[in-house]
């Protein structure tokens, strides 16, 4: 018996539509996909949730010194001229800071391996390529989905199957996170 499905595609194919899926899947909490993609995600996404569940408390915050631009009413930089030219003007700020455990560090570069970068556009600032922002989904793993399936051994996922897609047959599901 294999170890996985095959997907009829070749390995470098079926690992980027897996990551794809699986990152899809962690980023909206629910994908639409045929059964078969359905099992391989949920195998690979629940695995990387246990990750999360396993290393969610395992870090130290420590405070830190560093240098931040002040800023106006308008929020834009202060500046000063100094010897002819502007410069920006900062400020000593203390913040605390989350510093990864080594295992824990380990499980984010796992994580990493799989997952895909992820850009969010609001919707006030549809088409405009600035206003993008990225999320970090490793950090949504352990602050969202370890701290609401720490009391779950397992079963992160649910497939539930609406219909057979009309060009080809295959049955066609939606897999969600409980």
Do not use: C, W
């Not at 993609?37 to 420590?62: F, G, Q, S, W």
């Not at 984010?108 to 088409?127: C, D, F, N, Q, T």
Request: hydrophobic share 35%; net charge positive.
């Amino acid at each position: 018996m294999a170890q996985y499905r095959k997907l009829g595609k070749k390995a470098d194919q079926r690992k980027a539509l897996l990551r794809s899926q699986v990152t899809q899947l962690i980023f909206h909490g629910k994908i639409k996909t045929t059964e078969a993609r359905a099992k391989e995600v949920r195998k690979i996404a629940e695995h990387l949730i246990t990750l999360a569940i396993r290393e969610k408390d395992n870090y130290e915050e420590i405070t830190v010194t560093a240098k931040e631009a002040r800023k106006d009413k308008d929020g834009k930089r202060v500046k000063e001229v100094v010897d002819g030219k502007k410069v920006t003007v900062y400020d000593e700020v203390e913040k605390t800071v989350k510093k990864d455990n080594p295992s824990r560090l380990h499980a984010r570069r796992e994580m990493l391996k799989v997952l895909y970068p992820v850009s969010e556009i609001p919707e006030s600032a549809e088409g405009k390529k600035k206003a993008a922002r990225k999320v970090d989904l490793t950090e949504k793993l352990f602050d969202e989905y370890a701290v609401k399936y720490a009391d779950r051994k397992g079963g992160y996922t649910r497939i539930v199957k609406i219909a057979q897609r009309k060009g080809d047959g295959a049955l066609e599901v939606i897999l969600e996170l409980v």
